[in-house]
C-alpha cells in the first residue's frame, strides 16, 4: 500500500517558474526511481525527468536546460523546479515511483496528478 501525492500545480505566464513535489507514503523499504511524465487531453503521456537512488538524472530534450528534478531520500519525496515556463509545457504532470514494498517485490506507483498551466 503506497500513495503518491503530487502538489504545487497552477497557472503561470509564460517564462514564469513552478516547483512540483511528490510525496511517497506507505509501507516503502525503498524507492528506486522517481519520475515526472505530463499529459495533455488526446495525447500521449510522456517522460519528463526522472532521478535513480544513485543520483543519476535524465531529462526529454524539450525542458532540458530548463526543469530540474531532484529527491529527498529521507522522506520520499521528488521535486521538478520547473524555470521559463512555455504554453507547450501546459499539462497535467504525474508522479511515478518504482518502490521496494514491505512483504513485496518492487511495484510501479503513479499519483494522481497536479494541473500546470501556461497561459499569457
Known amino acids: 500500500q503506497v500513495q503518491l501525492l503530487e502538489s504545487g500545480g497552477g497557472f503561470v505566464q509564460p517564462g514564469g517558474s513552478l516547483r512540483l513535489s511528490c510525496a511517497a507514503s506507505?509501507?516503502?523499504?525503498?524507492?528506486?526511481?522517481m519520475s515526472w511524465y505530463r499529459q495533455d487531453p488526446g495525447k500521449e503521456r510522456e517522460l519528463v525527468a526522472q532521478?535513480?537512488?544513485?543520483?543519476?538524472?535524465n531529462y526529454s530534450d524539450s525542458v532540458k536546460g530548463r526543469f530540474t528534478i531532484s529527491r529527498a531520500g529521507a522522506k520520499n519525496t521528488v521535486y521538478l523546479q520547473m524555470n521559463n515556463l512555455k504554453s507547450e509545457d501546459t499539462a497535467v504532470y504525474y508522479c511515478?515511483?518504482?518502490?521496494?514494498?514491505?512483504?513485496?517485490?518492487?511495484?510501479?506507483?503513479w499519483g494522481q496528478g497536479t494541473q500546470v498551466t501556461v497561459s499569457s
Open positions: 532521478i535513480s537512488s544513485s543520483g543519476t538524472t
Open positions: 511515478n515511483a518504482y518502490v521496494t514494498v514491505v512483504s513485496a517485490g518492487i511495484r510501479a506507483y
Open positions: 506507505g509501507s516503502i523499504l525503498s524507492i528506486r526511481v
